[in-house]
Structure formats: C-alpha cells, structure tokens
C-alpha cells in the first residue's frame, strides 16, 4: 500500500453518508421550467446567445464565455427560451442575478454532438478546446473553470495528477456513487486528463477509506483498463481531507506554498466529477448539462443522490423527494460544513450543486449563543491550514486588517473546523469570511484611490501646463506689443517733426495728444469704426434672425439681440467720445495758434463723420478771422474764448463726477490742460501789455 | 609614535577623539546627500490613507494639500468621504487619540454613491467636466455629457454647478461580484447568555 501523509489539525464529526447510498442513483423528471444563472462559476459571468423566444436543443451553447476565466453555458433540455431576467440565485446572499429560463418542451432532443474516440492520439489543445466549450467548472463546490487548470503555465513541470474522490464533509455522496457507478469513466478521464498534461509520472485517485465500494469498483475498472500510472490511494478518513492543498500534502507529502498553486509544486488536482464530465465531452462531445447531487435529511421521505439538469428548480426536487415544509430546519446547499442556507427553495441547481440539504431541527439545531473565548487552543489544534483561529478571532473582533493579514488569513480554507470544535460555540468561521470580505474590499478601494490620486495628479500637471502655455502666449502677444510701440514712437518722432518744419499740421497737436495712447489716432479711429460697423452689422443680422425665429428659440435671439443693441451703443459711445476728444484738442491748438496755414482737412481720415468736419470747418473760420486781427486783440480773443471753455469743460467734468462716468478722467486732464494754457495766455498777455 | 601615545596620553586621546569624530561626521555628511528624502514622508503617508475623493469637503484644494495640512497640525477629523475608518487610520499613524468626524464639514455617508447625468436634459454646457477633479466626465460643448462610472469617487463636485440640475448622485449598486459575509452579530450588551433559562429562544423550543 502507497505511503500517504497526514495533515494538521482536522476533525471527525458525523459523517451521515448512509442515508443517502441506500438507493441507487435515481433521477427526478423533467422540470417545466429551467432555470439557468449566468454566473455558475468563479470569473465574469457568460454571455448570452439566445434571445427570448428562441427554440433551442438540448446540448445548444446558450451563453459563451466572457474571456479566459468564464465558462460557456449550454441548455440542459430541449424548449424555448422563455425569457431572459434576474431571478433568485443559490449565492450566500440571497441575491439574485440574470439568468436564462428555458421553457422545456418535454422531448429532451439533444443537439448534434461530435465525439471523438481517439482522444489518445489528439492533439492536447483540441481537447483544451472541447473542455473548455463544453463549459465545465469545478464540480466539487468551487466551480473555478477546469481548462484553466488543465493549461498549466508553461515553466511548470507536472509530475503528479491527483483525482480527488475524498469527499470529505458529512451527507455529501455524490462523489461516491458517481465512482461507484462510473468508475470506468473516472478511469478513462484519468487517462485523458493524463494525456492532455503531458503523461505526468503518476496519477493518484485519492478516496477516504470510508467509501469501499467506491474504491472496490474503481480498482476493478483499473484493471481492466490496465494503465500502470493511475493509482487508487485510499486513506484515513478526517474533514477536510478533500481542501486540494490538503489533499495534495496527503498524497504527495509536499506542501503548497501560501499564495501558489499545487501547480507550482508539480500538481494538478481535479475533482473526480470534473474528471467525468471532461471524459464525456470529448469522448462523446457532451457539453456539461447535469450533474450527481445528493438529496438529503430528515425533512425528505426519499434521501438519495440524483442526476439533475443543471437549472432544475430545487423546489421541484425536493418535492419529488417526498419534502416535509413543516419539519425543515432551513435549506443548505452545499454540505453542513462549507454549505450555505438558502433563503428560498426557489433557485435552481448550478454546476457547483453537490448536495441539498434539507435538516430538521433535530438533526441541525440552530448553533447555541456565543460565549467568551477561554484561550483553549482547541481551533489552532484543529486548523487544517496551521492558522492561529484565535488570534484571527480577536483580530477580526477588532477589524486590524493588517493583523490579520500578518496572521496569514488568506490561508484560511473557511472548513469551519475551527467554530466545530469551540467549547463557546463561537462562529469563528463567520468572522474569517466577513474579514476576507473586507480586506478584498479594502484592496478594491486602495487600488481605487491609487488611480484616482494618479488621474487627479495627472489633471493637476495638465492644467498648470496649460496656464505655463497661456501664461508664454500672453508674454509673447506683450513683447511684441512693446516692440510695435516703440517702432510706432521711432516714426512718430520722425513724422512728427517734418510737420512743424514744413507746416503747422492742425492734427499734429491731436496726435501729440493721442501719443499717451498706443495707436495713432487715424489707428484708433478706424479701429472704433470698424467695431461700430461690425456691431451694427451684428445688430442687423440678429435682429433679422430673430424675426425669422419663433418659439423657444425667439427669446434667446432676442437677449443676444439687446446685447448687440448695446454693445452697437457702446461702440457708438466710444467713437464719439474720441471723436470729441480728438475735436477738443484740434480745436485748442487751432485756437492758440499764431500760423494761418490750418487748411489739412484732408488729412482727415476721410470716413470721419459730420461733427468733426464741421468742428474742423468752425476752427478753421475763427483762425481765419484771429488772422485779421491785432496781436492783442487775436490774445485777448483767445483768453475769452479758452476761458468760457474752461467754465464748460468744469461743468461737465462736475455732471461726469455726479453721474460717475467713466471718463471722468479724460474730462479732468482735459480741463487742467486748458487751464493751464489759459494761465500761459494770461501770463502772454499780460507781458506783451506790460510791453506795450 | 608609540613614544608619543605614551608620553602624552591626553594629547593622543585628543587627537584620536578628534580624529574619529571627522572621519564619522564625514561619513554622516555624505549619507545625508547620498540618501536624502525627497518631500516630506509624512505628507506621503498620510496621503495615502485618504480616500482620495478629491471633493474639497475639508477646505482643502483635494486630498495631498490636507495630508500637508494634516501635517502641519490640523485636524484630523475633517474627511466626510473617509469617516471614521480613515480617521482612525489617520490617529494609528501619528499617535494620537482618534477624534469622531467634525460635522461641520459633512456627514459620513452609509452608501457609496456615484453622479449620473440625466441625458436628456444636459445642454452640453461643460460646466461639470470642469469642476470633476478626476476627469470622470466625459463629453464636450453642445454634446451630451456622461460620468465613466469607475472612475467616479462620488465627491459631488460636479452638482452644484449643473446649470439645468440635470446630475444626481446615485448610491452604487451591489453585486454579488462584491457582496461580503457581514461580521456575525454581537449581543448588544456585551454579556453572553449563560444561564439555561437564556436559551428558550432556541427554535426546538417553538417548533
């Protein structure tokens, strides 16, 4: 007999395994409706094919994977897919989820299917292929997809393949009655799945030495199969022989290391269900559609295992077992170690489904209250994982995550030996779970909060380089403004000069003027006129667009129409203002002005409107008449003249303070100025009487 | 050399005081150029416990400039979004008493929620894209405006300057991708019920 190893820990409770192995396995009959989860499996769940309505075969993909680790999803009758919505799903939360409801039309007609004898000679990743189409996934409680496993990374040497027919939690027989009766399917898998990794040395169909029959008839089948490789491994029964790394430091005495996989010590472990479910989907081209579960407790006439298409309503099975409502304790799914209760009857079998479990009170009672931890050790004697449940327990008490994951809590396999064997009946078990749970949640969030700090630094960068980029612009647009100023000063000097060599330019004065501005004042002028222009045009169009536009649209187009209303005024308001201003200061020079030469209407920018003109033309007649006038005279003319000016620009510049207008300024400087050449005259005067 | 050790003691013990005191403080001098921390760990630390909502709820411009104000003395009980969790967390690393959150600056939320932008009524004004601080929201002028709901930390910002309030903040949906085992319930009163006459609420005793 073959040397096995012996695990920490473990314990012995009840096994309960002979109620269900009295009848042979049995079946129920078709259900009317099945019901069938997207998500049977661990990874993204399957997308489906199908739309409402659809008449589909038993066999038919119905759903296909949604990338590597998703499993493909296949109707488990023949019928019509009634619908496609959310229904109660057998989870520990009770939610529920999308699920495919088929509408079975009785005549269970499977679809073409494409066996394939020869799988000897196959090729290893055709028959990956068939596997993973044939959309199986763990068929001993975990439900991760079985290609995957089967595809090891490629580094790694396999030299050992492991069936595990340990089924080690109470009730569950399904295992047992699957080697029982098709123990030479289990042998051919085993031969396949050898095949398909590489013909590792030995492959070892460990089986707890509380199932005989089952490893009579397996080793009855190897011998006829005649396969020197493949092993039967009976060994001492104890829960949880059957956890995979357990299983693998049993039979193989190596260890898996915390976070690897036995893969990464040279092993691959399938369940033996899985194992037959591979067989017959490439042997016959089967796609995984029912399964062996057991149906079991005291709240059932009939205890017994059954093979049930996946989908099946669990309310339809137990009531073809004879289900007593009034005796039932709670509904399991799953074994009464590592099963969950469910909330309603009224979910359906999943690829996962080993066992329903339906207790009586007596049977099951509900767990005594809680009590303090007394420090006996008991569940450090008992961890199958070689934890410390206590100090886990006040860890999760306290929810220091970061304990608790120092204590190797990822370790945790959640038997529940721990809470088991408590003298305080306390749920130990509960606690890892919802401990795991938020540490998961906790890595979500950080990793979460990573990406939001990275796009919020991100943002930040972006937005300062793109104020640096307006900030350069707006240097550059400064830089050359400066530039262009002091070229239009260079010119200026130079023009300004040839006018009063050649002629007494009226405007000069106005230009000398407009020089504490940046543009020449023709600039400046046809600048405010074309914004005139363009605003009044604005103006035209809005308002001919608004008389076009109705509804809604209309009171829109009416706003942007008084904005251009006003802005046309401002415009105007300006125009009118340098206009004025340009006016006021021809007008002053003209008037101090001893030359006769004032005739350059022309240089006038010629779109200058009336006022000017007529103020120009004003100027020039006042010149013309200071002309005929005596030198004291023409002076004591011009004093008169500057200083009912000087009493009007005071008046406006007052009325401009009290309105508070904004050029309230301009009038100021205007009005010193003209003081100021008002005291030069008086002084003028003043010395040509003392002359005279 | 020997001679000199042993003629003046004093003045060897000097010169070897002072000899090994230039030799370590070269050596200090060079570690602290070779092996100078960049910015101020602290801040970093901190920084990283924080939600990283960015959603300004502290007075602060986003999460780094309250670590520096953290820092630099304040408070550190200001984070609406982190509660009391991040508060804690935030005492564990510095040493201090752990406060309860200042509700001057918000309350805890029970949900975690997350904006969604009624389609049909935005403008495309793209007020909101500018006021989310993580680049959430995705459109552009006179198109419609939608949140990349993954990206969404649930800071609100986006809200307020909805000119047609056309955004609302919506509690995440669960699913059972992330559904946990809560912890089991403790007795409220902190003793455990010992005695048999405790037990009558055992359901064989009603069934």
Redesign the interface.
Known sequence: MRKTWDIHGGIHPAENKTQSLQSPLGSVPLAPELVLPL?QHIGKPALPLVAEGEQVLKGQLIARADGPISANLHAPTSGIIQSIEDRA?P???G?S?PCIIIASDGNDTWTELEPCADFESADRNLLLDKIRAAGIAGMGGAGFPTAIKLNPRGNLTIDTLILNGTECEPYITADDILMQTRADEVIAGAMLLRHMLGNPEQVLIGVEDNKPDAIKALNDALATADNKAIEVVPFPTKYPSGGEKQLVQILTGREVPAGKLPADVGVVCQNVGSTVAAYRAVRFGEPLVSRITTVVGEALETQRNIEVPLGTPIGHVLQHHGFNASKV?RLIMGGPMMGFTLETANVPVVKTTNCILAPS??EM??P?????CIRCGMCAEVCPANLLPQQLFWY??AEDLEKLEAHNIADCIECGACSYVCPSNI?LV??Y??????I??HA??KE??????A??????VRMEKAEAEKEAKRKARKLAAEAAKKKMAAKQAAGVDKPKVEKADVLASAIAQAKSQDLSPEDQLAKLERAANSARSRLEKTHARAAAAEGEKKDAILARVKDAELKVQDTERKLAKFIEQTQSASAAEASTDKQEDVESPEKQPAAEPDAASAAIEKAKVKAAAQASMTPAEKLQQQLDSLKTRVEKARARLEKAEADNDENVEAFRTGLEKMQAKYEKLTLEQTNSQNDG | MIELISQHPIVAALIAMVGLSLIFGAVLGFAAVKFKVEGDPIVEQIDALLPQTQCGQCGHPGCKPYAQGIANGEPINKCPPGGQVTINAIADLLDVEAPTLDEEHGEESEVQTVAYIREDECIGCTKCIQACPMDAILGAAKQMHTVIIDECTGCDLCVEPCPVDCIDMVPVESTLGDWKWDLPPRSENGTTDIIASDKVQLPEAHS
């Open positions: 998500n799903l989870h520990p939360s939610g989820g304790a009170a007596k009672p509900e005594p209250p809680a009590q303090a999760s008490m749920p509960q606690y779970r919802a401990s795991k749970g938020t998961r949640q979500i969030d979460k909060s990573d990406r939001s700090r796009r919020f630094e991100f943002r930040q």
